[in-house]
């Protein structure tokens, strides 16, 4: 998701300075629901739970920052089929090896800028890689408490796995001020391709909302984003497209 904001004047509230190192807590609930039919194993369904503490270090990068977020500690559980994939002892094995690993993003004026990159290959990075975009919203400057407004970002870029494609249209609403930031209301939708290097096509049809709490020059201080997803997924050129339905909850809020 990529999600633009509202900027209120510098001298509001100045940006966040290099060096400083914000801590979040970040919860991620999901649920998965597969057809696998196709290869003759019936209708499968599954989720995952995840809770992580991280701290966010900011440093200037030519023309932005570069944020590096840190896993400080994690739970993670595994629900329904997903379990089986991953069994209590194995998830806590995951959780635990996430505890240093860290993902780095390149910001723009608090804009995300391509894709989030892990120092590691591990599923249970996946919940602080689906929330940088949270916590990176970007700003818009000029915007009042009132104004609503659309944007509309091209995706087009390498990740590790592949390469993705495809284009998420915002729209937003700035709401009241909430403890010296603004509150920003928001629906997306998204139609997103990855093509990944063995051959592999996922197709992601998505939509959200979300609820931001934003001042200028730094982070989000919270954010909550619901999610709904139809997608496919094509393992070979030729294979009959496997069906997969999902939804995410994901909760950011700033500590202390």
Same mark, same amino acid.
């Given at each position: ?113 391509? /894709?989030?990159?892990?120092? $590691? *290959?591990? +599923?249970?990075?996946? %919940? =602080?890689? &689906? ?97 709904? /997803?139809?997608?496919?997924? $094509? *393992?070979? +050129?030729?294979?009959? %497209? =496997?069906? &997969? ?12």
């Amino acid at each position: 998701m990529l999600f633009m904001v509202l900027a209120l004047a510098v001298t509001q509230n100045p940006a966040t300075p290099p060096g400083q190192t914000l801590r979040y807590r970040v919860e991620a609930n999901t649920t998965l629901e597969q057809d696998l039919t196709s290869i003759g194993r019936g209708k499968i369904s599954g989720g995952s739970n995840a809770v992580a503490f991280v701290r966010v270090a900011l440093t200037d990068s030519a023309d932005g920052q570069v944020a590096r977020i840190t896993v400080d500690s994690m739970k993670l559980e595994a629900t329904g089929a997903m379990a089986a994939q991953m069994p209590p002892a194995a998830a806590a094995a995951a959780a635990d090896s996430a505890r240093g690993a860290w993902v780095h993003a390149y910001t723009v004026r608090n804009t995300l800028r391509g /894709v989030p990159q892990p120092s $590691v *290959q591990n +599923p249970a990075l996946a %919940p =602080i890689m &689906q929330i940088v975009g949270v916590m990176f919203p970007g700003i818009r400057a000029g915007i009042k408490a009132g104004d609503s407004w659309a944007d509309t970002t091209k995706v087009d870029g390498d990740i590790q796995s592949g390469h993705q494609v495809g284009a998420i249209i915002s729209t937003w609403k700035s709401g009241a001020l909430e403890g010296g930031a603004f509150v920003l209301n928001g629906t997306s939708s998204s139609n997103v391709t990855t093509t990944g290097q063995a051959g592999q096509v996922v197709t992601v049809v998505g939509s959200s909302t979300e609820r931001l709490v934003i001042g200028i020059g730094g982070p989000a201080k919270s954010g909550y984003v619901e999610s709904s /997803v139809n997608s496919s997924i $094509v *393992q070979h +050129p030729g294979d009959t %497209p =496997i069906p &997969q339905h999902s939804t995410a909850v994901l909760r950011l809020t700033r500590l202390p």
